[in-house]
């Protein structure tokens, strides 16, 4: 595991038993007496805090200073605990069954069965170049949208794509609720 992430699980241990999401830098470095302490320190103070100086290429969001030697845990990274995400997955299944729509072990039981087959993991998109635009046009969905560069087609076509599939049936469309983009891109003849 990096660095980065066992400094994190640690932190996110002794807040947990301590039902706060604030925690000393001393604290981290005791409970991880395998690490470098400098390693420990300089991850605490500048790789992982985000009102850190920016002295490093690459940092993770994890704490923020809240004074000498005090940090606190991002809301980002305090995940809940199993028996919560338990009891929150319960719940979204319950929100499904009521809104008359399938859970994913309901539906993954239909594909086992035979029943449908599974929806794709994948959408192809053939993208062609039309004078100032670049095109993409998606075989699985019904979807079709431009930008004026890749980067910017690429990213209106992620959000078409995901509006187009929102609160929609996976085993109705045929594609999971996310599903990786594949591009092709079409070259015309030279002088055509």
Not at 5 to 10: D, G, H, K
Not at 58 to 82: C, D, M, N, S, T
Not at 105 to 111: I, L, R, S, V, W
Not at 136 to 145: F, I, R, Y
Request: some cysteine; glycine content about 6%; proline content about 6%.
């Amino acid at each position: 595991m990096p660095a980065h992430e066992e400094i994190l699980a640690a932190a996110l241990r002794l807040c947990r038993e301590r039902r706060t999401w604030t925690f000393r830098l001393d604290e981290v470095v005791r409970a991880l007496p395998h690490l470098n302490t400098s390693t420990v320190r300089t991850h605490i103070v500048s790789r992982c805090c985000v009102n850190a100086p920016k002295n490093h290429p690459h940092r993770w969001k994890y704490f923020r200073r809240v004074g000498r030697g005090k940090y606190e845990i991002l809301p980002a990274q305090r995940r809940p605990g199993p028996a919560r995400r338990r009891n929150a997955r319960v719940a979204r299944e319950q929100r499904i069954r009521a809104s008359g729509q399938h859970t994913v072990a309901e539906t993954t039981d239909t594909y086992r069965a035979g029943a449908i087959s599974p929806p794709r993991e994948t959408v192809h998109t053939v993208v062609t170049r039309d004078k100032n635009w670049y095109v993409a046009e998606c075989l699985e969905v019904s979807v079709v949208t431009q930008g004026r560069t890749l980067d910017e087609l690429v990213a209106n076509l992620r959000e078409a794509i995901d509006l187009h599939l929102e609160g929609e049936d996976p085993a109705r469309t045929g594609v999971v609720q996310e599903p990786r983009i594949s591009l092709t891109y079409e070259v015309g003849a030279p002088g055509g």
